[in-house]
């Protein structure tokens, strides 16, 4: 069997928490996978927002999820609040194929998902299903985009955004940097604009100078173009097979 990325050498940066079925994917094609996760999700400083929400949960006519990370948050939150089978009530969104595959590892039903993989793509796949003075609740990232956020409330939706986690910057061991001196990868993947941040102002650009630059969707290879980043090829799903496909377009072409 055919082994697409035998011999080559991968950069994964996504936080730990997320790589497992990845750098499988990865190994399983012939990669030499590096994983440095250059995030750390840590729970919100403040947490009584997100358990607010999770005791009034019935409130809501929808629940809308950007990340796999804030359906385990909120889930969390829920089962710490005893109302967790009140989610039967409220129906659910999901911005990608991963978000609704863990929304769906709950037991909850995926009402709706775009067919592109972006916090507008979803509002455009929702459009139809709102009605003014609808509920909405948006557990995500502290430092989260907002253009689904803005999104909603044009169309009169009434949206509470809570912090379900945060993202800090990891620290860069000495290793690390040696590692990426004297062996640097051959495909760096980069799952969102905060990590392309955090890389280049821990390893600097010059590390990806010999890369082939892969990005998980259309938000994160504009990141990469607004800093004269070439990205080699964008993944047509934010799912470890669609990062493993394009890597494997951008060795090959």
């Known amino acids: 069997m055919e082994r ?3 011999g080559k050498r991968v950069l994964v940066t996504r936080p730990k928490e997320r790589v497992e079925e990845l750098c499988f994917l990865l190994e399983d094609e012939g990669a030499e996978v590096l994983s ?3 995030l750390e999700l840590r729970p919100p400083e403040d947490p009584r927002p997100l358990m607010a929400a999770a005791e009034s949960i019935q409130r809501y006519r929808w629940v809308v999820f950007a990340s796999p990370s804030a359906v385990e948050a909120l889930m969390e939150a829920l089962r710490e609040a005893g109302t967790a089978d009140l989610m039967g009530r409220v129906r659910v969104a999901a911005v990608g194929p991963r978000t609704a ?3 769906e590892s709950y037991g909850l039903k995926v009402a709706a998902e775009p067919t592109e993989s ?3 793509g979803l509002f455009e796949a929702l459009r139809s299903e709102l009605h003014p003075d609808d509920e909405v609740l948006l557990p995500a990232a502290e430092e989260g985009r907002r253009e689904l956020e803005l ?3 044009e169309q009169g939706v009434r949206v509470t955004r809570v912090t379900a986690y945060r993202t800090t910057p990891a620290a860069l061991p000495p290793e690390a940097q040696e590692l990426l001196r004297t062996a640097p990868p051959d495909v760096v993947l980069f799952a969102s604009p905060r990590t392309v941040e955090v890389f280049l102002e821990a390893a600097g650009r010059e590390r990806l100078e010999q890369a082939r630059v892969v990005a998980i969707g259309p ?4 990141a990469l173009a607004r800093l004269g980043i070439e990205v080699a090829a964008v ?3 934010p799912t ?3 990062l493993v496909d394009a890597a494997s377009r951008a060795i090959h072409g």
Do not use: I, N
């Open 4 to 6: 697409r990325l035998e």
């Open 235 to 237: 993944a047509e799903q």
């Open 219 to 222: 938000t994160t290879a504009g």
């Open 151 to 153: 999104a909603l409330r």
């Open 101 to 103: 595959r863990v929304a």
């Open 118 to 120: 972006t916090g507008l």
């Open 36 to 38: 440095l996760p250059l």
């Open 240 to 242: 470890p097979e669609g």
